[in-house]
């Protein structure tokens, strides 16, 4: 899920993130977007990946592997936090 020294503004269709440690700014946009919208809450892996491939009607394979690279880039960031249970 979001870390929460991580804020995050909607600006017209994109989402502006800025860290509060680091004072960097980021923007996403589509598929990226609607990945941080899923992570407002706790959200497994697995379960992420399923509703993204429902909702952009990919192939489970393609959008694991491309989601898998994007929330690594983000635990890189200190920008999600693993949740336990």
Not at 39 to 52: G, M, N, Q, W
Not at 60 to 79: C, K, P
């Amino acid at each position: 899920m979001r870390s929460a020294a991580i804020l995050d503004a909607s600006v017209g269709e994109e989402t502006v993130l800025m860290s509060v440690e680091t004072g960097q700014y980021y923007t996403l946009k589509v598929t990226s977007r609607a990945i941080w919208e899923r992570l407002r809450e706790p959200v497994r892996v697995r379960d992420l990946c399923a509703d993204l491939a429902n909702a952009y009607q990919a192939p489970l394979d393609a959008v694991e592997s491309d989601t898998l690279a994007f929330l690594n880039h983000l635990e890189a960031q200190n920008m999600i936090e693993h949740c336990t249970g």
